[in-house]
């Protein structure tokens, strides 16, 4: 009966004593240097802080705790997106837009040509899929030209397939 009180005193509290019990065991000092450096030099004090300061203050130092699930679906996501990305730089190095420990010339494509604009890192999952199917055309457009005399993809297909014997 005594937990069910607690938690329904502390579902009630307002951020501002939410964070005065978080610090109550700290030095006044440090509060003070980190409340003046959250709110750009404005206060040290906690009860000057405007509402929405003390939000963001208090979703700093108490952070979400994420559920098992959602530990779990982060990671498939990550790895995912990792696997694309793999994906990606495979196939720029197959197509001769990457060269191999060089990505200069790649990310100077990314900038130039690709279908968003911006950098390999700053894409999402459904984005890289897109990513990989523009490559994936260059690809066949690479391979097409390929049977072309004298084209640029003809003299690369020709210098993958010397025979050095």
Known sequence: MKKNSI???KDKMTPKEELKQLFATSDPIQIAI???GFTGFRTGNIEELTDDEAMKLLAVYTPKSNSLQEQNSELKD??????WISKILRLAENTGIKKVGDFHD???WMFSKSKFKKHLNAHNLEELKELHIQLKGVEANNARSALKPLTK????KGK??????
């Open 7 to 9: 938690k329904q005193k």
């Open 34 to 36: 980190q409340i003046t």
């Open 78 to 83: 990550a790895l995912l997106r990792n696997a």
């Open 106 to 108: 790649f990310n100077n």
């Open 153 to 156: 993809a003809w003299w690369e």
């Open 160 to 165: 993958k397939n010397i025979k050095l014997n």
